[in-house]
């Protein structure tokens, strides 16, 4: 690889993806793969934290993967690999795992919100996620990590955790940081505009898939909840559902919050909405058509999963070796 910084990120391969992924974050790693060393992956380890059907999840997998080749991730400039193929993730989670502390993963919010749903039997796993994200990132010496705002919590700990192992041991590590997109960072659910927009919302009408009907799409966006005023305005605090609909469409069509303002003044929320479903519809539409032709080449899937992987691993143990040698494990 040149010299240049790193870049690191991950999603899991867990239901479709929305818009809400791809305004937060892909969109982002498409731009930064030029300019970085950028490695992508579809971290399959973190969705089984989640109870999943095997042959969803392997599905899923492809179709992930089919999906970010489709976005624009290029396999010549980024490595775009499945996580679970690369066994050093594992591993270092482990020893990581030795070093990280109850208490500061009790903490993450996501946590607290996934545990609810598992009831009584909450998974080790599921705890110790942010420990798995945090492996993820550290084996690859990674500068930045593009995500949605969601996630700037565990790339916290994996900042602690590279600090506490480098006082323990001597440097390994490099100590990432967290970046995010101009607009996008946070896309809301467009039926509760104070959730955030998940791909695993049991109401249809919240997200947006990527790979929802360009019709569905206008349709969804009909519905989306705004308010009882007229007046297409920025206001996260009081206008909710308008906002989150000002920041899709500044995704959609590159313009500014202020144009967009100024672009609807004086209109009612019915041309508003269905202007914003049809941008949506005709940024992802291009995407959809790439994606149908890709997952048809399941052959081509795997060459991308086998030589990625083996890239990735490449990289990974060398940071590996390292942090074995430091805690002791003999090597002979
Ligand atoms: P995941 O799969 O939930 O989401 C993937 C990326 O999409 C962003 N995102 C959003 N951004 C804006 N608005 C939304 N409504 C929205 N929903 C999701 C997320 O912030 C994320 O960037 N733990 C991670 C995956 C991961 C990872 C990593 C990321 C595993 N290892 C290492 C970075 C580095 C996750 O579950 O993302």
Redesign the pocket.
Known sequence: MEDKKIV???????GT??????????KNWVKLQDDYNSLF?V?DM?AITMPQVAADLRRRTYESLALLLALGIDPQKSILYV?SMVPEHAELTWILNCNAYMGELSRMT?FKDKAQKQGENIRVGLFD??V???A??LLYQ?DY???????RQ??EL?RDLAVRFNQAYGDVFKVPEAIFGES??????LQEPTK????SDENLNG?ISLLDDPKQIVKKFKRAVTDSETEVRYDRENKPGVSNLMEIYACASGASLEAIAEEFSGKGYGDFKLKVGEAVADTIRPVQEEYKRLLADKGYLEQVMRNNAEAASRIAWRTLAKVRKKVGFVTV
């Open positions: 690191y990120s991950g999603i899991q391969p867990s993806f929305t818009i809400g992924n791809y305004f937060g974050a892909m992956c971290v973190h996580q996501q996620y942010p798995l994200m945090a993820d990132i990674t990590v593009p995500v949605g705002s969601d996630q565990h790339v994996a996008g960072a946070r896309i809301m659910s955030k927009m998940s791909k997200f």
